[in-house]
């Protein structure tokens, strides 16, 4: 019989010479000796490190091998059209089984034929990547000027053309055209060829303004400014002055920002001296103007001043009507070319801006000139606008 001996997890059996010893003397089975390391055992049997001379080991009946019982057949599953075909049994449960039908696209007479096509990504489908490599070293970019010059070479643009540039000076801070208007803003005509900046005019410390919107003390200021020197720039026509008692210091209005003066709602304004630290809840940090605004002028004084200059080249505008010339009337011509509120002088030119007759929400020029006719005045109206032939209007009265 087969003895067993554990030791770190491994299980040893005896050789067949044992069992055969073991059986011929089933009435007595001698014990183990009881020093088992002095008899070195055969080299069939293994060495062990364990002390086991005071165990007393029986022979153990052989144990027989369990059959494993006949592995069950498997179940067959009929499939499910035919299950719900099978009729149950009066004893048995009856199981109906409903299978829903599948929904299909409804497809032409054409595609039902085609097998639907896969659309790779790979191959139908390709995605765009940009690389942008960065040059090494000091790397300047290329002006505006530089980029419309290489335009022109290729041709491949259409450039509008360039808008006339605005000569027009300001009187204060002295620089051309329209400022930002979140800054100088708009001109205002102030005299004949006299234009100032709306902000420039405004924050003038002799300059205020009416509930009508009109500018006033705005010469004045003008003629103060022709005399006091910038602090920024060092030029002249400096109107803005610190509010605080005592301080000289007097900036153009652009250089009152640029130098980081602080604005204030009551339209005063403080030099960097003598601003607070931090930020006001009074201050002014937007200076865009929208209402409406003017200088106000003597007008029939710049009409007189036009006429003693004579031909020379000026602009007057009110509004959107822009005269170009005043015209004359010689003394034959006095009885026929005035009415009780106006004068028709030959020669009379202006322009005026106003709505198209042809589109609406767009606007057009009118030119419009006083001539001569059988010895009564005409009306001229000249129709100027983009895209169509210029049409005349004539009438023996303005209306």
Not at 18 to 46: G, I, Y
Not at 355 to 375: P, V
């Amino acid at each position: 019989k087969d003895i067993v001996f554990c030791s770190n997890n491994c299980f040893v059996l005896y050789s067949a010479a044992v069992q055969a010893k073991n059986s011929e003397n089933k009435e007595s089975v001698p014990s183990l000796p009881q020093s088992p390391m002095k008899d070195r055992p055969p080299k069939a049997f293994h060495q062990y490190s364990n002390n086991i001379s005071t165990l007393d080991v029986h022979c153990l009946p052989q144990l027989q091998e369990k059959v494993s019982p006949p592995s069950s057949p498997p179940i067959m599953f009929p499939p499910a059209f035919e299950a719900a075909k099978v009729e149950a049994k009066p004893d048995e449960l009856k199981v109906t089984v409903k299978l829903k039908p599948r929904l299909k696209a409804i497809h032409s007479s054409l595609d039902d034929c085609r097998p639907p096509s896969k659309k790779w990504k790979g191959m139908k489908w390709k995605k765009w990547s940009i690389q942008i490599v960065i040059p090494k070293g000091s790397f300047k970019p290329p002006c505006e000027e530089e980029i419309d010059e290489f335009l022109k070479k290729l041709g491949t643009t259409l450039k509008p053309d360039p808008v006339p540039k605005d000569y027009r000076k300001c009187c204060f801070c002295h620089e051309e055209g329209d400022g930002l208007t979140d800054g100088p803003a708009r001109l205002l005509n102030l005299d004949l060829d006299l234009w100032v900046h709306l902000n420039c005019a405004l924050w003038s410390t002799e300059v205020y303004e009416t509930q009508a919107g009109a500018l006033i003390n705005v010469e004045l200021a003008l003629r103060r400014g022709l005399q006091m020197k910038c602090m920024f720039c060092h030029k002249m026509g400096a109107t803005s002055g610190c509010h605080r008692l005592r301080c000289t210091n007097i900036y153009h209005f652009t250089c009152a920002i640029k130098a980081q003066c602080m604005f204030f709602k009551d339209k005063t304004m403080l030099c960097p001296m003598h601003k607070p630290k931090g930020t006001h809840e009074q201050e002014l940090s937007y200076f865009a103007v929208f209402r409406r605004v003017y200088v106000q002028r003597d007008e029939v004084r710049q009409i007189a001043s036009i006429v003693q200059r004579g031909e020379r080249d000026h602009t007057f505008r009110v509004g959107s009507l822009i005269f170009h010339a005043v015209g004359q009337l010689l003394p034959q011509q006095m009885q026929a070319f005035h009415s009780s509120k106006a004068l028709f002088p030959v020669g009379y030119e202006a322009s005026r801006l106003y709505w198209s007759m042809r589109y609406a929400n767009r606007r057009c020029r009118y030119l419009c000139s006083i001539e001569e006719k059988d010895g009564l005045p005409l009306f001229v109206i000249k129709v100027v606008e983009q895209g169509h032939e210029d049409l005349v209007l004539t009438d023996t009265t303005p209306k």
